[in-house]
């Protein structure tokens, strides 16, 4: 497409708008307005039809709604399109009910002037459903506070309450409003509603007890009786059949696919406690509703002619109790007539037409007045309480009952039919005095239009003393025999002359032909309806005898005391007739709506049978002209097709031109004219006024629009493309700053932190030096932080500086106060090293210790060689099995030899040195000399050993001198003394035998001689006969072991 535009250029331009045109084309357009051919019916009937086929059932004429009912579900009520239509201009989006409400309420929100949006068409043209949009709209888009909930739910919930009492099905419409209803919605400053008050209009009371074929009566009949429980239907006395009452079953048809009475009896029932009925005033009104019913049964005996008489007795007996009343009094009153003449009470009994009507008439009164008791409830639950709240701002919805036109027509459609002649002059008259008025104020030149003005026909219905409704006032209450054939004479008589009226009698003879003699025709603004004077009289007089007024002022019924006020009997001037009280309210409701601003919404039904996607051309034409659409856009054309305000106008088509892109710095005016000039606007084509611009022809605007429409895409992608720029600068600016934050944040954080650590730190010295200069006073608050310190760590370095083993005796200086506990420490700690040291050791190694531990307790700071033997480790023998000559081992047969080192033995004489072999058995030490055994000594006779002090080897093994077989003492050298003693030791259990001496030694020869071992140290070792005889023993100095 970019590419066309930019190939064909201006060619590339109209083709684009001529394709934007048919696309308008085959939806229609969405304003009459801009229709081309604004005079033709048939124009405008073909634009509703090709927008109803493509479902868009909303078109505007102007600010007037139009809307044709799709008697189907359209997906165009969601929460979403609400939120299309909230606060979004008029124009700017399709036509819909939302952007009517959202135009009303935004005109009461910003000019505080209060609104009102009028809905009207025929029966089944959707009002009612238009309505319920309207307040579901303000439901959901206003703003809300606790309090609001409530009213919106009671706005809301009071919709299925009065449809339940005043709707009923109709050939025309299954759900018809058979009343006019106005509800005013009351907003607070902030927009939120806050209350809301009903106006009813002319209840169709017949309906009550009688109905036409194929229509039913009112729906709370039928959902009572297919709804109700059981436990409350016996109460009220009744069956759960509509067949059995004969005021349903009239129309002969109870049952209708479209509704669902039992589902629909659950909805009222909720409604009903949502609006704040209690269950004493649901009782209350079921009882009425009962008791209608069981009105309706009530049967009647005797002649034609002949007095009447109840035959159903039961139903009196319901009646008593439902009403609350005396069942004789009002059976009485069912039968007789009580009259009042010259202050004497007169009574006279009725026949059975009349009986069978004053039954009907209260049925009537009863149900009539308690609907109106029933909307003042509804009006109490609704009012808001709040006093500040008294200058709330107000939105009006009119829904109200259609021009009808029947077979027959009655009274009631006399009165429904004058209704809509009031609203269509108050239609016409503010749309052309707005429209006027626009012109005025913009200062723009204006010639008006010619449109027919109703308000001939309103006057021939309504002026005093000459209207129909005096004259029929008049027939009503004047004596004698006034008849409504008397009525029509009088009317003939009276208005016979009026363009608007005709009778049988008065008429020519075409018209004639289709009008009966008890008819008058009145030419209304809608067209031309026959009224059969039937009945007028009787309904206009809404007359119920006075005893059976009575009777129900007696009722004990809460609600019935407060429709029939004892009052009322008092009051001998006759009640205002129906049609003079309709007269007054629709006089009151025309003030009502002159006082606000209105928004119209004109329903149209697209067919009879309720069918959805069925365009009627007849049906629709008809209304088109009786809604007086035509002349509505006649008048809007008139003058410009459309206006709009400089500053709206300038925003939506500044992109159109140079000068005013992308914005206008000059007066508004100045703005758009210098852009209409740039679009080549003709001076016929529009005017200039005071603050907004008007363009006469629809086909201007639409070139501009779609002029529009084509520049979109080119500032599209620029808008994208710089959207696009600007995004991504600001994400990363964003970004950038996000950072620098976080970074100063981090920055502080640090800070903190470190200034934190600084102080503590400083603290910490601070105390430390304290308690230094307090370390030796008793624990006290300077010093105890110190204190703990320093042994803390004390502690600590201790348990770095641990001894690693048993041998290693280092230990760190405790602090004063730690010094025992330093010990207990140590203590424990060797202990546990120990204890650690001795599990881990074998037997062997256990052997060996005990071994060096019997060394040390003989030996230790004794012996001077001890010392160099300690690291030394003893072992089992030193001298192995082949070493000993085996003819030793043999004569030692079974004793086990534990031990054997080579040794020298010194003569006991002489002292000459010999080798010898010293083995160690477990009962004696034997000295061998290779094969022979030269010694043994009985560990038991070994009386001690001696060694010398110094580090030579010599030892001395004493043994009795009185035992013969020894020879006297052994001294002996072993190169292992340490260890050879030991293992002597030992083996003889001699551990405290062993003499250690210093000096000498004397020893025992044998025969009672003794001799003497001399120990001195010297360089060398040296073991030799001394010249005094004695052995000396030279040991160096840190010799042998
Ligand atoms: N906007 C809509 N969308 C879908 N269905 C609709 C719409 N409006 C009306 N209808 C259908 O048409 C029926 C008749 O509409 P509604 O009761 O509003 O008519 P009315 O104009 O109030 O008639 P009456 O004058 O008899 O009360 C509704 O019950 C519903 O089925
Ligand atoms: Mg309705």
New binding site residues.
């Given amino acids: 497409m970019k590419y066309r535009a930019m190939a064909v250029g201006s060619d590339g331009l109209r083709i684009t708008m001529e394709s934007a045109l048919t696309a308008r084309d085959r939806v229609g357009v969405q304003d009459f307005v801009l229709l081309e051919n604004h005079t033709s019916e048939a124009a405008f009937i073909e634009n509703l039809r090709k927008r109803f086929k493509e479902n868009l ?1 909303y078109t505007y004429i102007g600010s007037v709604l139009v ?1 044709v ?6 997906e165009i ?1 969601t929460k979403n399109h609400m939120e299309r239509y909230r606060g979004v201009n008029f124009y700017e989006v399709s036509p819909h ?1 939302y952007a009517v409400s959202d135009n009303s309420y935004r005109s009461m929100r910003t000019e505080r002037k209060d609104q009102c949006i009028l ?1 009207s ?13 309207i307040l579901q709209y303000y439901a959901v888009t206003c703003p809300a506070s606790d309090q609001v909930e409530t009213v919106k739910d009671r706005l809301l919930q009071s919709n299925p309450v009065l449809e339940a009492f005043g ?1 009923a099905k ?1 050939l ?7 009343f006019g209803k106005y509800m005013d919605i009351q907003f607070d400053f902030k927009g939120a509603p806050v209350g809301g008050h009903i106006l009813n209009y002319l209840l169709e009371k017949s309906r009550v007890v009688h109905q036409n074929h194929g229509e039913r009566n009112f729906h709370i009949f039928y959902q009572l009786i297919e709804g109700g429980e059981e436990d409350l239907l016996r109460r009220l006395g009744l069956e759960r059949n509509p067949q059995q009452y004969q005021y349903l079953v009239k129309g002969n048809c109870p049952k209708v696919s ?1 509704i669902n009475d039992r589902s629909d009896w659950k909805v009222v029932r909720k409604a009903l406690s949502v609006i704040g009925f209690n269950e004493d005033d649901v009782e209350e009104l079921l009882n009425i509703i009962a008791s209608v019913l069981h009105l309706g049964n009530i049967q009647y005996g005797g002649e034609d002619s002949g007095n009447a008489y109840i035959t159903t007795d039961t139903q009196i007996k319901y009646l008593a109790r439902l009403l609350g009343v005396d069942g004789l009094v009002l059976k009485e009153a069912l039968t007789h007539k009580k009259i009042i003449a010259k202050g004497e009470e007169l009574k006279s009994p009725l026949n059975l037409e009349q009986a069978a009507s004053a039954r009907d008439a209260l049925s009537k009164a009863v149900y009539g007045r308690t609907f109106t008791w029933l909307v003042n409830k509804i009006n109490v639950s609704l009012a808001y309480k709040d006093e500040t709240y008294k200058n709330a701002s107000v939105i009006g919805l009119l ?1 109200i ?2 021009f009808e036109v029947f077979q027959h027509n009655s009274f009631e459609q006399f009165c429904i039919n004058y209704c809509n002649e009031k609203l269509q002059q108050l239609f016409i008259e503010l749309t052309l005095k707005s429209e006027q008025d626009e012109y005025e104020a913009e200062g723009i030149t204006w010639e008006p239009v010619q449109y027919f003005n109703n308000k001939i026909i309103c006057d021939l219905v309504e002026e005093k003393f000459k209207g129909i409704i005096s004259i029929l006032d008049e027939e009503c209450l004047r004596p004698g025999d006034a008849s409504d054939i008397t009525f029509l004479e009088k009317l003939e008589n009276t208005v016979g002359g009026h363009a608007h009226l005709t009778t049988h009698k008065l008429a020519d003879g075409k018209t004639r032909k289709v009008m009966g003699r008890e008819e008058f025709r009145l030419l209304h603004y809608a067209g031309e309806v026959n009224y059969n004077v039937n009945g007028f009289l009787d309904k206009n007089n809404d007359l119920l005898f006075r005893n059976l007024k009575e009777v129900m002022c007696m009722s004990e019924n809460k609600i019935l005391t407060q429709c029939f006020d004892r009052a009322e009997l008092k009051d001998s001037k006759r009640p205002e007739t129906a049609a003079t009280q309709f007269k007054t309210s629709l006089a009151k409701l025309m003030e009502i709506l002159m006082s606000k601003e209105p928004s119209y919404v004109r ?1 149209i ?1 697209p067919n009879d049978a ?1 069918q959805a996607g069925r365009f009627d051309e007849v049906l629709i034409r008809h209304q088109v002209k009786y809604l007086g659409l035509m002349e509505n856009l006649r008048v809007r054309r008139a003058g410009f097709a459309y206006r709009r305000h400089y500053e709206t106008f300038l925003q939506r088509y500044k992109s159109l031109c140079p000068e005013t892109w992308p914005s206008w710095q000059g007066k508004l005016a100045d703005g758009v004219s210098t852009l209409v000039k740039h679009l080549g606007y003709k001076p016929e084509e529009y005017k200039l006024g005071r603050s907004k611009i008007f363009i006469r022809f629809p086909k201007t605007l639409f070139a501009t629009e779609d002029a529009l429409e084509t520049r979109k895409h080119s500032l599209a992608s620029k808008l994208q493309s710089s959207w696009k720029g600007y995004r991504q600068k600001t994400k990363y600016r964003k970004l950038r700053s996000s950072a620098v934050v976080v970074q100063a944040w981090w920055r502080g954080i640090l800070a903190c932190r470190r200034a934190q650590r600084r102080r503590q730190a400083a603290k910490t010295i601070r105390r430390f030096i304290k308690g230094f200069i307090y370390r030796h006073n008793e624990r006290c608050p300077e010093n105890e932080y110190f204190l703990d310190y320093v042994r803390y760590s004390f502690l600590m370095k201790l348990r770095r500086n641990l001894p690693k083993t048993v041998l290693d005796k280092s230990w760190p200086t405790p602090p004063t106060a730690l010094i025992e506990a330093s010990e207990q420490l140590r203590k424990l700690y060797m202990q546990n090293m120990v204890w650690g040291y001795c599990k881990r050791i074998n037997p062997e190694w256990k052997h060996q210790l005990e071994q060096k531990m019997v060394a040390s307790e003989i030996f230790k700071n004794k012996k001077d060689n001890y010392p160099q033997s300690v690291p030394k480790l003893f072992v089992g023998t030193r001298l192995n099995g082949e070493e000993i000559n085996p003819k030793v081992l043999q004569s030692l047969g079974s004793e086990k030899i534990k031990y054997a080192v080579p040794v020298t033995k010194y003569d006991r004489k002489g002292y000459k040195a010999r080798p010898r072999q010293l083995l160690l058995t477990s009962n004696s030490a034997v000295i061998v000399e290779e094969a022979k055994l030269k010694q043994r000594i009985d560990y038991a006779t070994l009386k001690g050993i001696s060694v010398s002090s110094l580090s030579d080897g010599v030892f001395v093994l004493h043994v009795p001198t009185e035992d013969k077989k020894q020879k006297g003492d052994v001294v002996l050298q072993s190169d292992h003394i340490i260890e050879t003693l030991t293992k002597v030791a030992i083996c003889a259990d001699k551990v405290n035998s062993i003499n250690i001496n210093q000096g000498s030694i004397t020893f025992t020869v044998g025969q009672g001689k003794e001799g003497i071992i001399d120990f001195t140290s010297g360089s060398e070792l040296l073991v030799a006969k001394a010249k005094n005889g004695h052995l000396s023993v030279v040991s160096r100095n840190n010799g042998g072991i």
Avoid: F
């Fill in positions: 059932i809307s009912n799709p008697y189907k579900d359209l009520y009910i809905i068409g025929e029966s089944g043209a959707g009002k009612t459903e238009a309505s319920k949009k709707n109709t025309r419409n299954d759900n018809s409003s058979r479209s829904d009952y259609g329903c039904k309720k």
